[in-house]
């Protein structure tokens, strides 16, 4: 079983920012990337952004040029700088790892900002 556990989450200021971090653990046999997905009030869970184990980065349209995905390999870690942030941006942010077999979730952690 896999565990992810998400961290950085809060409140911050529009314009602020904030770091979010998931680390993996449990019988984690391979990953093939791990990324970020949102769910704001009354709308559907969309992609952040994600990132394979290789380094490749994929982004929403609406994230691109102030949020940054990355990775540390050696910590099966997962970070999010989001830069910049909007009311719009306001969700919980879920931690998703893909391992090739299967998708596993956090539990989510709160992102809201204020205006």
């Known amino acids: 079983q896999v565990q992810l556990v998400e961290s950085g989450g809060g409140l911050v200021q529009a314009g602020g920012s904030l770091r979010l971090s998931c680390a993996a653990s449990?019988?984690?046999?391979?990953?093939?990337?791990m990324g970020w997905y949102r769910q704001a009030p009354g709308k559907q869970r969309e992609l952040v952004a994600t990132?394979?184990?290789?380094?490749?980065?994929n982004y929403a349209d609406s994230v691109k040029g102030r949020f940054t995905i990355s990775r540390d390999n050696a910590k099966n870690t997962v970070y999010l700088q989001m830069n910049s942030l909007k009311p719009e941006d306001i969700a919980i942010y879920y931690c998703?790892?893909?391992?090739?077999?299967?998708?596993?979730w956090g539990q989510g952690t709160q992102v809201t900002v204020s205006s």
């Open positions: 990132i394979t184990s290789g380094g490749s980065t």
């Open positions: 449990g019988r984690i046999f391979s990953i093939n990337a």
């Open positions: 998703n790892l893909d391992s090739g077999f299967h998708e596993y």
